[in-house]
T-cell receptor, first 110, second 114 residues
Framework: AQRVTQPEKLLSVFKGAPVELKCNYSYSGSPELFWYVQYSRQRLQLLLRHISRESIKGFTADLNKGETSFHLKKPFAQEEDSAMYYCALRGGGSQGNLIFGKGTKLSVKP | DSGVTQTPKHLITATGQRVTLRCSPRSGDLSVYWYQQSLDQGLQFLIQYYNGEERAKGNILERFSAQQFPDLHSELNLSSLELGDSALYFC?????????????FGPGTRLTVL
C-alpha cells in the first residue's frame, strides 16, 4: 500500500536550532517525493521536490531509498519557518495524484 | 490573481443536504484534483479530471461526484451530507495529468455540516 508517515504532529524548536522533520514512505516502485508547506492563513505550496535536489529557504531533503525516508532539514531555524509541513508522494508515470502524510506543525520560538 | 480559485470560502449546511463546490484552475492548466482534509484522515485525494475527462479516483464516496466543464472549471457535488463530511476541500491544478507536473493548490472551501 502507498503510504506516507510523518511521526511528529508537533515539533517545537528555538530560533537558530537545527530542524529535522521526518518523513517515511511505503511504495513499491520509484515515487516522486515532495514537501509542501502551509503558512498561517495561506494556501498549500510546494517547498521541495526530490528530483530537483535544490535548497529552498535553507531547507534540504534527501531521498534515502534504503530507509524509504525523505526527511526535511534546515541547519538554523527562523521564526518565519513556523508552519505546517506535509510530506507527499506521487507514483511515477501517468499517476498524478499526491498521497500526503498527516503533517507536522513546526513552531520556532524566539 | 491567476492562481487556483475556489468558491465559496465557507459553507454551512445541514445533514441530508446537497452542496456544490467550485474550482477554477490556473490559466493553462488542464488537470484538476480534489482533496479532502479532515482532522482524523488528513489530506486525502478524491478525484482527478484532465481536459474534461475523469482521470483517476481516490477515496471518493458514492454520494460525491465531480465534473470538469469545457472551460476547465470543476465542480464537486456532495449529497446526502453527514456530519463526518465536515472538512476542508482543496482543489489543485496542474498543466499535465501525471508525474512531472507541479500541482498548485487553491485556498480551500471549509464545509461545516450541522
Amino acid at each position: 500500500a502507498q503510504r506516507v508517515t510523518q511521526p511528529e504532529k508537533l515539533l517545537s524548536v528555538f530560533k537558530g536550532a537545527p530542524v529535522e522533520l521526518k518523513c517515511n514512505y511505503s511504495y513499491s516502485g520509484s515515487p516522486e517525493l515532495f514537501w509542501y508547506v502551509q503558512y498561517s492563513r495561506q494556501r498549500l505550496q510546494l517547498l521541495l521536490r526530490h528530483i530537483s535536489r535544490e535548497s529552498i529557504k535553507g531547507f534540504t531533503a534527501d531521498l534515502n531509498k534504503g530507509e524509504t525516508s525523505f526527511h526535511l532539514k534546515k541547519p538554523f531555524a527562523q521564526e518565519e519557518d513556523s508552519a505546517m509541513y506535509y510530506c507527499a508522494l506521487r507514483g511515477g508515470g501517468s499517476q498524478g495524484n499526491l498521497i500526503f502524510g498527516k503533517g507536522t506543525k513546526l513552531s520556532v520560538k524566539p | 490573481d491567476s492562481g487556483v480559485t475556489q468558491t465559496p470560502k465557507h459553507l454551512i449546511t445541514a445533514t441530508g443536504q446537497r452542496v456544490t463546490l467550485r474550482c477554477s484552475p490556473r490559466s493553462g492548466d488542464l488537470s484538476v484534483y480534489w482533496y479532502q482534509q479532515s482532522l482524523d484522515q488528513g489530506l486525502q485525494f478524491l478525484i482527478q479530471y484532465y481536459n474534461g475527462e475523469e482521470r483517476a479516483k481516490g477515496n471518493i464516496l458514492e454520494r460525491f461526484s465531480a465534473q470538469q466543464f469545457p472551460d476547465l472549471h470543476s465542480e464537486l457535488n456532495l449529497s446526502s451530507l453527514e456530519l463526518g463530511d465536515s472538512a476542508l476541500y482543496f482543489c489543485a491544478s496542474s498543466v499535465g495529468a501525471g508525474s512531472g507536473s507541479e500541482q498548485f493548490f487553491g485556498p480551500g472551501t471549509r464545509l461545516t455540516v450541522l
